[in-house]
C-alpha cells in the first residue's frame, strides 16, 4: 500500500451556526484530512501536537480509521490547540471568536520513520516554518507534494510561505486567497502567477460553488454538490484536500486527468462533510454512501453534445 | 426550419465598467437573446419595441442575423428604452444610473402571424402582462415556454408575475432571485418551491459561477468558462437564455438530457458575451470559435472515473 503522509493542526474547535451551536468537540485540519482520507486503500500517518486534555477517544478514533499516530506529539501538560468561530447566516463567511494555540505555538514536527519515504505528502494549513521542516525530514523525494494554506499566513508569514510554495507540486487555496497571494482578480490570471511560484498544480477551492484544477494552460471544474442543507462548513476544504491526496496516493498516477478524479472525490467527500456538525458525519461515513454520490456527480456534471470537426 | 419566437427589449444602453464606459449603443434582452439564439438553424422573430431614435443600422444588423423583425414596432415620434449602469470592481454588482422607459410604457406586443405556431417562445425580461399577452396570441401550443424575469418584477408585479410563471415551462432566474421568489436560501430547496409555481424546469444563473438546471429530483451544472478578463457582463444571462432557447428550437428534443446540452451552449455563448463591451463580441461571433470554445467546455468538466458496482 501506498504512504500518505498528512501534516496539520488535530484541535478542539467549539462551533457556531444558524442551526445551533456545540461545545469543544474534536477539530483541526489534520483530523479532517485524515478522515477523508481514510476512504482510500493506503497508510496515511498525521504529524501534529495535542496536550495531555486530548481525550483518549478521539486517539482511538483516529486509530480506528487506521491512521498512524506515533507522530502525534502528546506534551503533557500542555492544552490543545483550541478555535472557535461563529458562521454568519449564508454560511459563507464566519468571525473567529477565539483562538488558542496552546501546544501548537512551540510545535516542532517529528516525522515517523516509516513514513520518511511516502509517496504523496499532504502538507494541511498550519505555519508555513512547520510544513517546510517535514519536507526537510524526508529522506526520499515524494511522487507528490500537496500545500494547503489560508490568508492567515500571507498576512503574518509571507516569506516563509513563499518558501514552501516553491517546494511543492499543488497548492490548494480558496478564491479569496488566490487573489490575495497572486495580486489577480481573475483566478485564470491568478493561477498562471501561483503558478510561477512553484507548484504544477493550483488548486482553486470556491466552497459552494465547486473547485477549480490549472496545470497551465489546462483547467478543469468540479462543482460542489447542490445540497438542501449545508449544516457546518467546518472542515469542507479539509476534507477535500484529504479527499485528492488520500486519491492520488491510492492510484499512484499524477497526470492531469487524474487529478481531474482526485478533485471529483475531494469534492464528493467534501459534500457529506458539511451535513452535520464537525466531524460527525464523516466519522461514520460508509464506502456505500461515497459510491452513490459518485452517481450523482456523474449525473450532475456529465453531457453528451456531438462536436462538429 | 423550427420556429423561435422571443419577445424581450430591443434598447439603448450606457454602461460603464472598471475598464471603461460606452455612449448609447445597443442593449436589451431581446437583442442580446436574437444575437445569441442565430447561432442556431431556424427561423426566429422579435417582438419588441423602439422609438424613431433607433438607428437603420441596428435594424439592419438584427435583419442580418436573420431575425425576423415585423413585430418590432417602431413607434415615429416616440424614443427608444434606454438604461444606464455602472458596474463596481468585481463585475458582480452593478448600480442602475439611469432608466428611461419610453415606448416600453404602453407597449402592446404583436406576435407577427406567421409565428403564432412558434416552436418554442423566449420570454426575456420584460414586464409579466406584456409576456402573457404573447402568449395568449400564440394560435397553437408551443413545444416549449421559456421566461426569463427579475427581482424588479417580483417587487413592483409579483401577482402579474406569478400568473405568468404558471404557463411556462422553464424558468430561467440568478440565484439571489431564486432566492427572493422562493424564499428559500438552498438553491434546491427554491427550485422545488418554484417547481410548484408551474415550470417544470428551473434554471438557476450564478454569472461566473455557472447555471443549475433542475426538473423535480434530477439536477445538472454546467461551469461558467474561466476567463482571464471579463469586459461587460451586459446580457450575459440574456444570451444565455438565447442559447438555451436556440438549442432546444433546432434540435426539437425537451428531453432533460438535451436540455444539459441546452444550458451548455447557454453558458458557451455566453462566455463570448462578456468578452467585448455590449454586443460586440455577439455581432462578429464565428461558428468555428463556438465550435473550439465547446471543446473546452468539455475539457473542463468531462472526467472519467470507473464507479463500482
Known amino acids: 500500500m501506498n504512504k500518505l503522509l ?8 467549539a462551533i457556531e451556526t444558524p442551526f445551533g451551536k456545540t461545545d469543544k468537540i474534536l477539530g483541526g485540519a489534520g483530523t479532517y484530512i485524515g478522515l477523508s482520507a481514510s476512504h482510500f486503500n ?11 486534555d486530548f481525550p483518549q477517544e478521539y486517539l482511538d478514533l483516529l486509530k480506528a480509521k487506521n491512521i498512524d499516530i506515533s507522530g502525534l506529539e502528546v506534551v ?22 477565539d483562538t488558542q494555540l496552546n501546544v501548537l505555538a512551540d510545535f516542532q514536527p ?12 499532504m502538507l494541511g494549513n498550519l505555519h ?33 510561505l513563499l518558501d514552501v510554495i516553491k517546494r511543492v507540486d499543488v497548492i490548494t487555496i480558496n478564491d479569496e486567497e488566490a487573489r490575495q497571494l497572486s495580486g489577480e482578480y481573475s483566478l485564470v490570471k491568478a493561477a498562471a502567477k501561483i503558478h510561477e511560484m512553484g507548484p504544477k498544480y493550483v488548486v482553486i477551492k470556491k466552497g459552494e460553488h465547486g473547485a477549480l484544477l490549472f496545470n497551465s494552460d489546462k483547467v478543469f471544474f468540479a462543482p460542489a454538490l447542490p445540497l438542501e442543507e449545508v449544516f457546518d462548513p467546518t472542515g469542507a476544504g479539509d476534507t477535500f484536500a484529504g479527499g485528492f491526496a488520500g486519491f492520488i496516493t491510492q492510484s499512484e498516477n499524477i497526470s492531469f486527468d487524474n487529478m481531474k478524479n482526485a478533485i471529483i472525490y475531494g469534492s464528493n467527500l467534501a459534500s457529506f462533510c458539511v451535513e452535520k456538525f464537525g466531524t460527525e458525519r464523516m ?20 453531457f453528451d453534445i456531438a462536436l462538429e470537426n
Not at 86 to 95: A, K, M, P
Not at 110 to 121: E, G, H, L, R, T
Not at 140 to 148: A, E, F, H, I
Request: aromatic letters at 8%; proline letters at 4%; hydrophobic letters at 40%.
Open 128 to 160: 508555513p516554518l512547520v510544513q517546510s521542516s517535514v519536507l526537510d525530514q524526508m529522506e526520499t523525494q515524494p511522487k507528490l507534494v500537496v500545500l494547503d494554506t489560508m490568508n492567515f499566513w500571507m498576512d503574518c508569514a509571507l516569506p516563509e
Open 42 to 52: 493506503l497508510k496515511s500517518a498525521i504529524v501534529s501536537v495535542v496536550g495531555d
Open 76 to 97: 503533557q501538560g500542555g492544552k490543545t490547540f483550541f478555535w472557535s468561530g461563529r458562521y454568519h447566516n449564508d454560511l459563507n463567511s464566519r468571525d473567529t471568536l
Open 110 to 121: 517529528k516525522v515517523p520513520a516509516d513514513f520518511k519515504n511516502a509517496d504523496v505528502v
Open 283 to 302: 466519522e461514520k461515513l460508509q464506502k456505500e454512501e461515497v459510491s452513490a454520490r459518485l452517481r450523482q456527480f456523474k449525473a450532475l456534471t456529465q
Open 6 to 13: 498528512i501534516v496539520g493542526t488535530v484541535a478542539f474547535d
